[in-house]
């Protein structure tokens, strides 16, 4: 699947360094291959050695950035069947790393292929296919499907002929989810512009884009995903949603489908959920030591209410899950109410919403409390029914555990007297809140030290007590396809629910007020929790101050050091991706 269609215009943006090395560091001292990791420190990559070509040892493979021109000369079934990698094209010759460089017949071929002389670099067999894997894509196997898709009206309204499983519409969709699985995307968005459709790819929270269509191929395109979703294919006024389930090798994945009616056409988001992958255990969550004991503690207690807050795609299910998970599904009762069920656990009755069988959360919540429960999660309190009857469960010797939507832990409990719950009924039901956020984790095999902002700088004293003017940041590498990011971990709030907070939720206090006693208390402050992953060498500051700190605050911080945000050099950026175009 290599990507040389005529058709796709790859727009090079600033990434001129994409054809350079990037692994430029030397071991002289021996044959073992490094990366830079946690805090900057030089470690030992395993099965990988020096890159010291011309001596025979073999190149660290995923410090190398993709060439375009390289990857061109050489199509992904050649690559495979010779075990070999493009790497750059410089003055006539193909850099060619290689499992066996002396295989004459494979030069041979590769030469013929490519038009150009082979230069051959010794790199492991490993290497070479996770190269791969992640650098060709399916791209031009879409380009040439799009070609082909019928885009006249008649089309779309012939889904049994033109939309049927093998279309080149359905075998484009297919394709479109399966690049997104391998490019570890949580969503992919469809969006008609004015003259093509933009599709991207939301990693580690962050949007791609990865390709454009031509806007007359956006019909089809919506039409077969709403026939997989089982949604009204006629209607493309009205706001829809839907789900289907489909197969990405031996991974099973299920997909939200939401679509809605733009001033250009239908767009539609698709929420990628793989089964296959496992629950994350709370320990693995991003939780200090201190925190998960706590914690830990809170989630064992008889009855009560458990709160957990933030915004969408906070990971708020995910903490909810790996609860759950962790308590006794044997000797205690745990019943669910969702919306929707994410993944399916043995021992735990899941219950999915259902507002035409008017199956609410409210309700739900309702017929849970007659099936003689020890644990009830509900998905969310989302009104002030739901928000009543839960602080009732509490007192009735439940565990109730939810989420809702606010900013930090204090807000939450803002948040239900908002609903109307009465403030000794929170005290006498809550037992602990947990505010939480999702950074983005620093890719290990590329980062590098680079000089802070000042106000970077600034918070990071502020929170850890130490001074420091450099920090890891993002580059870029093979390994995280160029964004410098790899994966995400939590930054959370914990507050639990002491005698003096207490006393001040009773008597009317501040949200302020509150939050000073919390933080009095013992409580860690998102912001102190976000710079503790910066002083592991997990995310960087910006990262932080982008995901945890109000606009309030920055500005604030921003002010008193003379409106400059960035002396210390430019904004961290995501390093820029090679867009496919379709259009023509």
């Known amino acids: 699947m290599s990507p040389n269609n005529d058709n796709m215009k790859k727009d090079q943006g600033p990434r001129e360094h994409r054809e350079t090395w990037l692994g430029e560091e030397q071991n002289p001292g021996g044959d073992a291959g490094f990366s830079i990791a946690g805090g900057?420190?030089?470690?030992?990559?395993?099965?990988?050695?020096?890159?010291?070509?011309?001596?025979?040892?073999?190149?660290?493979?995923?410090?190398?950035?993709?060439?375009?021109?390289?990857?061109?000369?050489?199509?992904?079934?050649?690559?495979?069947?010779?075990?070999?990698?493009?790497?750059?094209?410089?003055?006539?010759?193909?850099?060619?790393?290689?499992?066996?460089?002396?295989?004459?017949?494979?030069?041979?071929?590769?030469?013929?292929?490519?038009?150009?002389?082979?230069?051959?670099?010794?790199?492991?067999?490993?290497?070479?296919?996770?190269?791969?894997?992640?650098?060709?894509?399916?791209?031009?196997?879409?380009?040439?499907?799009?070609?082909?898709?019928?885009?006249?009206?008649?089309?779309?309204?012939?889904?049994?002929?033109?939309?049927?499983?093998?279309?080149?519409?359905?075998?484009?969709?297919?394709?479109?989810?399966?690049?997104?699985?391998?490019?570890?995307?949580?969503?992919?968005?469809?969006?008609?512009?004015?003259?093509?459709?933009?599709?991207?790819?939301?990693?580690?929270?962050?949007?791609?884009?990865?390709?454009?269509?031509?806007?007359e191929v956006n019909a089809a395109l919506i039409s077969r995903i709403k026939i997989l979703a089982n949604m009204n294919i006629a209607d493309s006024r009205r706001p829809q949603d839907g789900q289907f389930s489909t197969t990405v090798g031996s991974r099973e994945i299920d997909v939200r489908v939401a679509t809605a009616d733009t001033v250009r056409g239908e767009m539609a988001v698709l929420r990628l959920l793989d089964k296959s992958v496992a629950v994350f255990p709370l320990g693995k969550l991003g939780f200090s030591p201190e925190a998960l004991?706590?914690?830990?503690?809170?989630?064992?207690?008889?009855?009560?209410?458990?709160?957990?807050?933030?915004?969408?795609?906070?990971?708020?299910?995910?903490?909810?899950?790996?609860?759950?998970?962790?308590?006794?599904?044997?000797?205690?009762?745990?019943?669910?109410?969702?919306?929707?069920?994410?993944?399916?656990?043995?021992?735990?009755?899941?219950?999915?919403?259902?507002?035409?069988?008017?199956?609410?959360?409210?309700?739900?919540?309702?017929?849970?409390?007659?099936?003689?429960?020890?644990?009830?999660?509900?998905?969310?309190?989302?009104?002030?029914?739901?928000?009543?009857?839960?602080?009732?469960?509490?007192?009735?010797?439940?565990?109730?555990?939810?989420?809702?939507?606010?900013?930090?832990?204090?807000?939450?409990?803002?948040?239900?007297?908002?609903?109307?719950?009465?403030?000794?009924?929170?005290?006498?039901?809550?037992?602990?809140?947990?505010?939480q956020r999702l950074l983005r984790r620093l890719c290990p095999y590329c980062s590098r030290l680079a000089k802070a902002t000042v106000v970077e700088q600034m918070v990071y004293e502020r929170e850890t007590g130490e001074k420091k003017h450099e920090f890891l940041k993002s580059a870029g590498c093979k390994r995280c396809a160029g964004t410098g990011h790899l994966g995400r971990i939590g930054v959370f709030e914990l507050l639990t629910m002491t005698d003096k907070v207490k006393q001040l939720v009773m008597s009317g206090a501040s949200p302020a007020a509150v939050r000073g006693q919390a933080l009095a208390d013992g409580m860690v402050s998102l912001a102190r929790a976000g710079m503790l992953h910066v002083k592991a060498g997990a995310t960087t500051p910006r990262e932080v101050l982008r995901n945890v700190s109000s606009p309030e605050e920055v500005h604030r911080w921003i002010s008193s050091h003379g409106g400059k945000m960035a002396d210390a050099g430019p904004a961290e950026q995501p390093q820029s991706t090679l867009v496919p175009d379709l259009t023509g």
């Open 40 to 215: 900057g420190a030089a470690v030992p990559t395993p099965g990988i050695k020096a890159e010291d070509t011309r001596n025979g040892k073999r190149i660290n493979l995923l410090l190398h950035m993709v060439s375009p021109e390289a990857l061109q000369k050489i199509p992904e079934v050649l690559a495979r069947k010779w075990v070999a990698f493009p790497l750059k094209v410089t003055d006539g010759y193909l850099q060619v790393a290689m499992a066996d460089p002396s295989n004459i017949e494979a030069l041979e071929a590769l030469s013929a292929r490519s038009e150009l002389r082979i230069d051959p670099l010794p790199a492991s067999v490993g290497d070479i296919m996770e190269a791969t894997d992640v650098s060709y894509t399916g791209y031009d196997q879409i380009a040439g499907e799009v070609v082909q898709i019928d885009t006249g009206r008649a089309a779309v309204r012939k889904p049994a002929v033109e939309l049927y499983e093998g279309a080149p519409v359905a075998r484009a969709l297919n394709m479109l989810i399966e690049e997104g699985i391998k490019s570890r995307a949580s969503d992919i968005c469809i969006e008609p512009e004015a003259s093509n459709v933009h599709i991207r790819y939301r990693i580690d929270g962050s949007l791609h884009e990865v390709m454009r269509m031509p806007l």
């Open 293 to 435: 004991e706590e914690y830990e503690a809170i989630v064992q207690a008889p009855w009560g209410m458990v709160l957990v807050s933030g915004p969408t795609g906070s990971g708020k299910t995910t903490t909810l899950y790996g609860t759950v998970n962790s308590l006794d599904r044997v000797g205690r009762h745990i019943v669910t109410i969702e919306d929707p069920v994410e993944y399916r656990f043995e021992g735990i009755n899941q219950i999915q919403v259902n507002p035409k069988a008017d199956v609410t959360f409210a309700n739900g919540l309702r017929s849970i409390l007659r099936l003689s429960p020890d644990v009830i999660l509900v998905g969310e309190i989302r009104d002030a029914a739901t928000a009543s009857i839960a602080t009732q469960s509490a007192l009735t010797g439940h565990l109730v555990l939810s989420s809702t939507h606010a900013n930090d832990a204090v807000g939450t409990i803002f948040r239900l007297l908002d609903f109307g719950v009465e403030p000794f009924m929170v005290c006498a039901s809550l037992i602990g809140v947990i505010s």
